[in-house]
């Protein structure tokens, strides 16, 4: 595939969640759980001009997803897609102009055609997104796939839908949210641990890597691990729990990513407080 779109993850994380995809002629900003001025620090960081941004998509309303999104929906005249659930499910967000979807509609932003997918969690109708360019009517490759990308977080367990949405893309992107141990060994209360490893809660390094190597094929460059817990989890045994799935080997010390043996996948992880580029 060639990377006619690429991701900035401006934040990752139970402490906020923003990322930016820019498409051929123009941007969407999915989530808002950074304070508008972090939002545009982060940016700024990353490189990523949020001039671009021709639309919103909200995952749903959990805070770390939706802290600063009444804020930056002031001064935003495009649309904010988000399902009727998430739209409804926080008093907050009630001033929030949403142009409501479904799991299952597609919308059209900035060269990209961009499908909702049902995810597992603990509210009301969450969804992530899958982004594709295709090829251009009147074209020679027209509707052929050109390129696509994907992510699944704050969910349980990966649906139907979500694996469909993952399968073949360039740039997946997968929860990879506690590692088992951790969480069970961890300072959590009990009903935490409980909500967490729950079938609405959070996915596990474990489930991540389980999942991952139906998902990869070859026109895949990139695995990222997004929404690591700082409490339960480090970047390197993320990394390193999807890196054995697919047969990929420590690309530095600390294992916080890895390469596979012919070096064309790689291995990362998401962080909280600095955002990644991945072309
Ligand atoms: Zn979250
Ligand atoms: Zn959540």
Redesign the pocket.
């Known amino acids: 595939m060639t990377p006619y779109m690429h991701l900035h993850i401006l934040a990752s994380g139970?402490k906020g969640n923003a990322a930016v995809v820019e498409g051929p002629t123009g941007s969407v900003l999915v989530d808002c759980g950074l304070s508008r001025k972090r939002l545009y620090e982060r940016a700024r960081e990353a490189g990523c001009d949020l001039s671009r941004v021709e639309a919103i998509l909200v995952?749903?309303e959990?805070s770390?997803?939706t802290t600063g999104l009444p804020v930056v929906c002031r001064r935003f005249m495009g649309p904010v897609y988000a399902t009727a659930g998430t739209a409804s499910g926080r008093r907050n967000l009630a001033d929030v102009p949403f142009t409501l979807i479904d799991s299952g509609d597609t919308v059209e932003v900035g060269g990209m055609v961009i499908r909702a997918f049902s995810t597992s969690?603990?509210?009301n109708d969450?969804t992530c997104f899958r982004f594709e360019v295709r090829g251009q009517a009147g074209e020679p490759d027209e509707d052929e796939l050109l390129d696509a990308l994907a992510w699944a977080?704050?969910t349980g367990f990966l649906t139907d839908d979500a694996l469909d949405a993952l399968y073949g893309c360039r740039i997946i992107g997968i929860e990879a949210n506690h590692d088992a141990r951790l969480l069970a060994t961890g300072p959590y209360p009990a009903y935490l641990k409980a909500r967490v490893a729950s079938e609405r809660g959070?996915l596990s390094n474990e489930q991540a890597a389980q999942a991952i190597p139906a998902l990869v094929t070859h026109n895949t460059e990139v695995v990222v691990a997004m929404h690591l817990s700082e409490e339960n989890n480090r970047p390197s045994l993320a990394v390193r729990a999807l890196a054995q799935a697919l047969g990929a080997e420590a690309a530095d010390t600390t294992f916080t990513e890895a390469r596979s043996p012919d070096g064309l996948l790689s291995v990362c992880a998401a962080s909280q407080y600095v955002p990644i580029t991945l072309w």
């Open positions: 139970s995952t749903h959990h770390d997803h969690h603990d509210v969450p977080t704050d959070h």
